[in-house]
């Protein structure tokens, strides 16, 4: 198993959600989150910190993370590629981590049977 996490625009999370669930995803967690990437956001404000100048480069993003077995990894990727890239820079990032185990605090249940 593993855990992906995608870090998105804001307005393509309805589609990473319909993604997910094409895919049968158990589950999700959607946090809202502030970053940039290479392209070091968007000057938002000026702030000052011991008298250094600072630039706040933070742009809006959405974190979406869920945990799905291997044999649908790639077809999530490209699904995402597919339907949330616009081809411009800010578009986001896919992170993926191994998951050693998940247990259903409810039931018991581990591994796929949990998710």
């Not at 959600?17 to 404000?45: F, N, P, V, W």
């Not at 949330?84 to 247990?103: A, H, M, P």
Request: proline fraction near 2%; glycine fraction near 12%; charge should be neutral.
């Amino acid at each position: 198993m593993k855990e992906i996490v995608l870090i998105i625009r804001p307005e393509k999370l309805e589609i990473v959600k319909s993604i997910l669930d094409e895919y049968h995803c158990g589950g999700m967690t959607i946090s809202t989150a502030m970053g940039c990437g290479t392209q070091r956001g968007s000057l938002e404000g000026v702030n000052e910190i011991k008298g250094l100048k600072t630039n706040i480069n933070l742009l809006p993003k959405i974190k979406v993370e869920a945990v799905v077995e291997d044999n649908i990894l790639e077809d999530i990727f490209l699904a995402v590629i597919d339907k949330v890239g616009t081809g411009n820079v800010g578009d986001g990032k896919i992170f993926v981590r191994n998951i050693e185990q998940v247990v259903r605090i409810r039931t018991g249940e581990r591994g796929s049977k949990a998710l």
